[in-house]
């Protein structure tokens, strides 16, 4: 079983619609739980990082993180053209430590 | 801007030969990661270094290797190329304050094996 779980998808929606993207994870000393976008041809750039359960938002980006059922999700509100990526879920047992990522789910928003 | 830069961006090697990858962090950036990326998958890590001395590896043989210097640039040492060692190789890199949620990362160098 892997680490980390993630629906590769691909996943593709309208403009506008509330796109969730979600993995699992079998390690319950995860700590940190971190969300990162990939563009093509470029390294994964962080969006949202979440320490231990709860929710975060910021503009149009919600994460949430259920430690009793090992499960993350990552919201996108308004989705736009722009938000086509990859997106990866990475989680980490320390604050310093290595980082597992999840499959990636390829996203695209059509206009 | 990322302030990561990896060298060189694209390069073929031939199975059996040896490859040296390159990054150069931002000023501060005293803790580096590499990570391996295969077609279609998430990022595997390597190895990590801080301070110029190797704090935790992933599940990678030994020809794998690395390097840190003082002036924050680093490299990944691949010998005896396989096939299966074709992916996009990216160096993470953060400030000592910043932790896992600090990474930067550079936007990779696509290896070739053939």
């Known amino acids: 079983q892997k680490e980390v779980e993630q629906d590769p998808g691909p996943l593709s929606v309208p403009e506008g619609a509330i796109v969730s993207l979600n993995c699992t994870y079998s390690?319950?000393?995860?700590?940190?739980f971190m969300w990162y976008r990939q563009y093509s041809r470029k390294g994964p750039e962080l969006l949202m990082y979440?320490?231990?359960?709860g929710n975060k938002e910021d503009g149009r980006f919600t994460a949430q993180v259920d430690k009793s059922s090992k499960y993350i999700s990552l919201f996108i509100r308004d989705s736009q053209p722009s938000d086509s990526a990859t997106y990866l879920c990475?989680?980490?047992?320390?604050?310093?430590?290595?980082?597992?990522f999840g499959q990636g789910t390829i996203l695209t928003v059509h206009p | 801007e990322t302030g990561v830069t990896q060298s060189p961006t694209h390069l073929i090697k031939t199975r059996g030969q040896q490859v040296t990858l390159r990054c150069s962090s931002q000023?501060?950036?005293?803790?580096v990661s590499w990570y391996q990326q295969a077609l279609g998958q998430g990022p595997q890590f390597i190895f990590q270094?801080?301070?110029?001395?190797?704090?935790g590896r992933g599940n990678f043989p030994p020809r794998f290797s690395g390097l840190q210097f003082p002036n924050y640039s680093s490299e990944l040492n691949v010998n005896a190329l396989e096939l299966d060692d074709s992916a996009l190789y990216l160096c993470?890199?953060?400030?000592?304050?910043?932790?896992?949620?600090?990474?930067?990362f550079g936007s990779g160098t696509r290896l070739t094996v053939v």
């Open positions: 990475a989680i980490s047992g320390t604050s310093y430590g290595k980082l597992t």
């Open positions: 390690n319950s000393a995860f700590q940190y």
């Open positions: 979440t320490y231990s359960s």
């Open positions: 000023s501060g950036h005293n803790t």
């Open positions: 270094y801080y301070r110029e001395e190797e704090n």
């Open positions: 993470a890199s953060s400030l000592p304050d910043r932790g896992s949620y600090g990474y930067t």
